[in-house]
């Protein structure tokens, strides 16, 4: 059964604008790999019982080790990345740890306002 709700489209919008563009979009963490982008599950204080402002983490996954070829496989994502989801409010260089792995990463949040009809 698939969600519903505002934070569900919230979700399903950044999610379509990053297979849009073209990147392998991860939603499972138990599917999380290099060469993906994982989004992680949107977090939002509500504003009132009609509108939330809602954050989603995408994180993109390089291949290891962290080295350069990583790094400029980073930054290449991320501004693919910045060119076609609206609301970027950070970026910043991470590690993402999937099974006993240190992966290199880059973690963009992205605000969306939404409310409902």
């Known amino acids: 059964m698939s969600a519903t709700g ?5 979700y399903e919008n950044v999610c379509t604008r990053l297979a849009n563009a073209g990147m392998v979009v991860v ?6 790999r ?9 977090t939002a204080p ?3 019982s009609n509108i939330i402002d809602v954050t989603i983490v995408c994180r993109i996954l390089a291949a290891g080790p962290g080295d350069s070829d990583a790094a400029d496989y980073l930054l290449s994502q991320a ?4 060119q076609n989801v609206e609301g970027i409010i950070d970026i910043r260089p991470s590690t993402a740890i999937i099974g006993e792995q240190q992966i290199p990463a880059y973690d963009l949040t992205v605000r969306v306002s939404t409310r409902r009809n």
């Open 46 to 48: 509500p504003f009132n």
């Open 6 to 10: 505002i934070l569900a489209a919230a």
């Open 79 to 82: 501004d693919v990345i910045h």
């Open 27 to 32: 939603r499972d963490p138990r599917n999380a």
């Open 34 to 42: 290099p060469m993906s982008v994982f989004v992680e599950l949107p």
